[in-house]
């Protein structure tokens, strides 16, 4: 299972992953999926769960750094992080139930509008 020629390239895109969602305060995912279909060869719905689960701690080390640098406020911290648990919840059911395609196609578009959106 583990192997050092497969560790290696595992560890370095772990590193970038989390510095991508480190210094942009999220995104770290988005880099995760298509890493993880590269690199482990996962299907699309495995690659969206295990990223989940590997961009949790990485959510975690961040948030921990911005709320020691002050950058949290609670009246927005908590309403968004109650709307985020349920639609996490909403969305793990929904990938249960939705061919791999529709699961690529929507989160092509989601890239896609985000990257629109930084440009506008």
Avoid: Q, W
Wanted: glycine share 14%; aromatic share 8%.
């Amino acid at each position: 299972m583990f192997s050092k020629r497969k560790t290696a390239p595992r560890v370095v895109s772990g590193a970038l992953i989390g510095a991508v969602n480190g210094l942009f305060g999220g995104g770290g995912g988005m880099v995760a999926v298509p890493v993880l279909k590269r690199l482990s060869g996962y299907g699309e719905k495995r690659a969206h769960a295990t990223a989940i689960m590997v961009m949790a701690p990485v959510c975690a080390a961040s948030a921990i750094t911005y709320m020691l640098g002050g950058y949290l406020r609670a009246d927005i911290l908590i309403p968004a992080t109650l709307g985020s648990v349920a639609g996490g919840f909403a969305g793990a059911r929904l990938l249960n139930s939705l061919p791999d395609f529709a699961v690529k196609a929507i989160f092509v578009a989601i890239m896609f509008a985000a990257g629109l959106r930084m440009l506008f």
